[in-house]
């Protein structure tokens, strides 16, 4: 017969065994990200490294950037990681995030088939690019998904070429609804343009006929930054865990790291948190 200290004593190992696990799947995190830091590669470079540091998991919701700050609305992300700064201010205006943080930057391109039917190959001038591809109404892939791809690839079309998109585009423009990685394989397919971001350009695979078309235009510049969800209005985010990654990122360190993130050699996104600006 147990006495009443061997029980307390079970009881106690008994707490720990069933406590335990509970305590070390607490200690992770969910970013809500852009597809493009997911497609790209770049965070099956960083978390590893982060979770070796830290030991916190970080378990990725890729979207487009609309997606991304919804699901950081609805409380269902701790972190947001994302590339439309419009969208991000307006996030923080909402008392939806508690800080913005620049991280890194690249560019879009333009892609298109070799073959260029709107004859813009080698241009640098995104804008005149977008009025020929339409005055030729050659075939054009967008995401349509509200995306910062998608936000961007419209502010060039409205904004800088002058271009009601929405109203002006015929059989020519295709809106899917779907991913970079999926836009591209359908501007593949169907020898079309897209606007991609850089970094998943160089790490897709299935690029077939396509190649860059057009890339250089100041107007093609790609900020990145990432929010903590605010624990204020949602609170279960993980506050402490969440702004450790998030201080991780913009750290030397992590600086330093998104930084050697290489493909073929060549770097794919341009660390640029010390300016306060971007």
Known sequence: MMNRRTVMVAATLAAAIF?????????????????????????????????????????????????????????????????????????????????????????????????????IKGTKDIARALQMIKDKQAPFIS????????????????????????KDKGSWYKSIGQGMGAALNTASASNAYVLSDRGTWISFKNKGDLVIAVEGDKRLFNQYGVILVNPAKHPNVKRDFGQQFIDWLVSPEGQKTIANYMINGEQLFYPNASDPGA
Not at 46 to 65: D, N
Not at 76 to 90: C, G, I, M, P, R
Not at 143 to 166: C, M, Q, V
């Open 19 to 119: 406590t335990a696990p509970v305590h070390a799947q607490d200690k992770s995190i969910v970013v809500s990200s852009t597809t493009s830091t997911q497609d790209s590669g770049l965070f099956g470079y960083l978390l590893p490294l982060f979770k070796q540091k830290t030991g916190i998991e970080v378990k990725v919701v890729a979207q487009g950037t609309g997606q991304a700050l919804d699901t950081g609305r609805r409380g269902d992300a701790d972190v947001v990681f994302v590339h439309a700064k419009s969208a991000e201010e307006k996030f923080l205006a909402e008392g939806e995030g508690v800080k913005r943080y620049p991280v890194m930057y690249n560019d879009f391109v333009l892609i298109g088939p070799n073959s260029d039917p709107a004859g």
């Open 143 to 166: 995401r349509g998904d509200r995306s910062g791809t998608h936000i961007a690839e419209l502010a060039l079309w409205n904004k800088d070429a002058g271009i009601d998109i929405e």
